[in-house]
Nanobody, 121 residues
Framework: QVQLVESGGGLVQAGGSLRLSCAAS????????MGWFRQAPGKEREFVAA????????RYADSVKGRATISRDNAKNTVYLQMNSLKPEDTAVYYC??????????????WGQGTQVTVSS
């Protein structure tokens, strides 16, 4: 089992920035690629970004490309998502997940509880 706890969400104005963190515990963190997903009210969970365990490959959704940066610190068992130039449409609950570098949520067996990000216009 891998336990994941997100933090760093909050209320921010459009154009602002946030850095989300996800702390992992349990099984070896470096066994897994890590991903960030988000889910807005009434919408399906969607892929945001993912990173391999060596940080040698990353993937981003088109909607955040150029505005988001995913990174990880394996010594701290933590993955980060830096979001800049935030837009109201970025408002969602953001989840981190451990598994693959896939964009498909079902390929990630472990999930955190989520952190709310609200972007005001």
């Amino acid at each position: 089992q891998v336990q994941l706890v997100e933090s760093g969400g909050g209320l921010v104005q459009a154009g602002g920035s946030l850095r989300l963190s996800c702390a992992a515990s349990g099984r070896t963190f470096t066994n897994y690629a890590m991903g960030w997903f988000r889910q807005a009210p009434g919408k399906e969970r969607e892929f945001v970004a993912a990173i391999t365990w060596r940080s040698d490959n990353t993937r981003y959704a088109d909607s955040v490309k150029g505005r988001a940066t995913i990174s990880r610190d394996n010594a701290k068992n933590t993955v980060y998502l830096q979001m800049n130039s935030l837009k109201p449409e970025d408002t969602a609950v953001y989840y981190c997940a451990a598994g693959s570098i896939s964009v498909v949520p079902e390929t990630y067996p472990y999930w955190g509880q989520g952190t709310q990000v609200t972007v005001s216009s």
